[in-house]
T-cell receptor
Framework: AQRVTQPEKLLSVFKGAPVELKCNYSYSGSPELFWYVQYSRQRLQLLLRHISRESIKGFTADLNKGETSFHLKKPFAQEEDSAMYYCALSSIYGGATNKLIFGTGTLLAVQP | GAGVSQSPRYKVAKRGQDVALRCDPISGHVSLFWYQQALGQGPEFLTYFQNEAQLDKSGLPSDRFFAERPEGSVSTLKIQRTQQEDSAVYLC?????????????FGDGTRLSIL
């Protein structure tokens, strides 16, 4: 079965502390993984994708196929990072589709 | 355009009524997706269009749900004989191509409440 698991509904950290948002996936094939973010009163937007191996707003994510994980990390949290974060898997099963399978999301709250 | 546009932003309907939700994707985007997001959950796939062709409707929860994209641009999601469990945010997304690493661009969504 194809599935994305985000075990934490809420992650609260202090400004300047490191952040790690966990994401595990289940997929029988080569995974394509994304992190999407939704800031307050804004639409869902792409943060980063594993194929780009990029750092956006100080966030990075490394695909670990052995642990089937794609955790999102940032060394020093900022208050403006407070948002809802969704991990997503692109699936080709079920048709000629690259539909996204989302986790349930983690709300990151960065305290001053 | 400025991005994916959805209308209305909010829709309240009585149980049993039909509703229609509109999505205007980014100009030139071939792929269009509809997702349903229940409270406290991540978005869940409903259906996919490549231009005007509906290639995957495996996520539509019942035959009361119908989607179309007749000219390969604007899409409409229609829900007939609405039920309370249809209450959710309906998200539309578009992408330029069909590749798996193509980012999807989301609209603001339509929040549907069934009374």
């Amino acid at each position: 079965a194809q599935r994305v698991t985000q075990p934490e509904k809420l992650l609260s950290v202090f400004k300047g502390a490191p952040v790690e948002l966990k994401c595990n996936y289940s997929y029988s094939g080569s995974p394509e993984l994304f992190w999407y973010v939704q800031y307050s009163r804004q639409r869902l937007q792409l943060l980063l994708r594993h194929i780009s191996r990029e750092s956006i707003k100080g966030f990075t994510a490394d695909l670990n196929k052995g642990e089937t994980s794609f955790h999102l990390k940032k060394p020093f949290a900022q208050e403006e990072d407070s948002a809802m974060y969704y991990c997503a898997l692109s699936s080709i099963y079920g048709g000629a589709t690259n539909k996204l399978i989302f986790g349930t999301g983690t709300l990151l709250a960065v305290q001053p | 355009g400025a991005g994916v546009s959805q209308s209305p932003r909010y829709k309240v309907a009585k149980r049993g009524q039909d509703v229609a939700l509109r999505c205007d994707p980014i100009s030139g985007h071939v792929s269009l997706f509809w997702y349903q997001q229940a409270l406290g959950q991540g978005p869940e796939f409903l259906t996919y269009f490549q231009n005007e062709a509906q290639l995957d409707k495996s996520g539509l929860p019942s035959d009361r749900f119908f989607a179309e994209r007749p000219e390969g641009s604007v899409s409409t999601l229609k829900i007939q004989r609405t039920q309370q469990e249809d209450s959710a945010v309906y998200l539309c997304a578009s992408s330029h191509g069909q590749g798996r690493n193509q980012p999807q661009h989301f609209g603001d969504g339509t929040r549907l409440s069934i009374l």
